[in-house]
């Protein structure tokens, strides 16, 4: 029976669907350069720069040029409201380099998270006043999927069925309000890597979240064929004692996805979380090559783990903005090819390929 309501036209929901199964081709996942300015903050003072708004836009700049390489990996890149106005050094907007590439822009449209009182350090993410507005003007400005970053912790007492039900809520009708605009939601319940738990907690309360956002999505009539899901992947906790292989971090997550994500969905965009750069690309690979059936493409809108070499090799020297470029592209065609279950790693590891990404209470 038809909807009583249709929350969309036919031509919404066609626009809506072809633009995520565009993000989510075969060997294609999303650059996460939305960093807020105070997150490029904390990158820029890691390589000892100034965080100057040219800094911000000439590192951008290396990265955006670099997916002319890669440009068959990159189906999207998500952009900090400051970048989509942004131009490179010949003039040419940003939005623009990409698209003539055949990237999707996205943009994120979250004002960050807030406390919930009464709970053990919970939150719940602000930013629904003015949406409407916002996601009309960024689609005119070319953005045509948007990101939005709930965060849940993992302790003896967290999460909280309040964090879970207003977070899952939340992207709910951040969701609405992007579809509305014909901007497709990225829907981002990200469970924090901090804590001590073991593998079989984190896919519980991965399952546990995971149902509760698409019973909200559902209560919120959202097309999920319009959508894309970017969670954490199924690991143990950053301090837990327990090694896992790769195999068994693929099996938890392709499992815990399995039960809660409708096939609907035209694809599962994993965040890094902290892993290191190969770390990410390993684990993307082997839950390519699970052999459970996976029916949503499985892929990266990896943040960190796309540009932790780059912006080491960078260092703020314009005379290594070649070498930056590489060690992006690197990255980029590892998770690519991690994307259809065909990286081989090949111990040519990067500046920071290594190195652990992890920041406690990761803000973003
Ligand atoms: P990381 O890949 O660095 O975890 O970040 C991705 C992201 O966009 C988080 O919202």
Redesign the pocket.
């Known amino acids: 029976m038809p909807h009583q309501y249709p929350p969309l036209t036919t031509e919404q929901k066609k626009e809506l669907s072809t633009i995520a199964h565009k993000i989510v081709a075969p060997g294609k996942g999303i650059l996460?350069a939305?960093e807020s300015t105070g997150s490029m903050a904390k990158r820029m003072s890691s390589i000892g720069v100034d965080n100057t708004e040219e800094y911000r836009r000439y590192y951008r700049q290396i990265l955006f040029e670099g997916t002319e390489q890669v440009k068959q990996h990159i189906g999207g890149i998500?952009f900090f409201h400051e970048t989509l106005y942004q131009k490179n050094d010949h003039g040419v907007t940003f939005v623009k380099l990409i698209k003539d590439k055949g990237i999707v822009p996205g943009i994120k449209v979250d004002l960050g998270v807030v406390p919930l009182a009464g709970t053990n350090g919970e939150t719940t993410t602000q930013g629904l006043d003015g949406l409407n507005e916002r996601c009309a003007q960024y689609k005119k400005d070319g953005a045509d999927f948007a990101?939005w970053?709930c965060v849940l912790k993992i302790t003896d007492t967290t999460p909280s069925r309040l964090a879970i039900m207003e977070n899952a809520n939340v992207l709910a009708r951040y969701a609405s309000i992007c579809q509305q605009n014909c901007i497709v939601p990225i829907v981002?319940p990200?469970i924090l890597p901090d804590g001590t738990h073991d593998l079989k907690r984190c896919q519980y309360i991965t399952e546990k979240v995971l149902a509760a956002v698409y019973k909200a999505l559902s209560d919120h009539h959202i097309y999920l064929e319009g959508t894309l899901l970017?969670p954490n992947m199924v690991t143990p906790g950053h301090a837990c004692t327990h090694k896992y292989t790769s195999e068994e971090i693929a099996m938890a997550t392709v499992t815990a996805l399995r039960r809660t994500v409708p096939p609907a969905v035209p694809g599962v965009t994993f965040?890094?979380?902290?892993q290191s750069e190969e770390e990410a690309s390993i684990n993307l690979n082997a839950i390519n090559k699970c052999p459970l059936h996976k029916p949503w493409a499985l892929t990266f809108?990896?943040?960190?783990?796309l540009q932790a070499s780059a912006l080491k090799a960078w260092s703020g020297k314009k005379d290594h903005t070649k070498a930056a470029e590489a060690e992006f592209v690197k990255r980029a065609q590892a998770n690519g090819l991690a994307a259809e279950g065909k990286y081989v790693a090949s111990g040519a590891a990067g500046a920071a390929a290594g190195q652990s990404?992890f920041v406690a209470g990761?803000a973003?």
């Open positions: 996460a939305d998500i990101k970053r981002e990200e970017k965040l890094s979380g902290g809108s990896y943040g960190r783990a990404l990761h973003y």
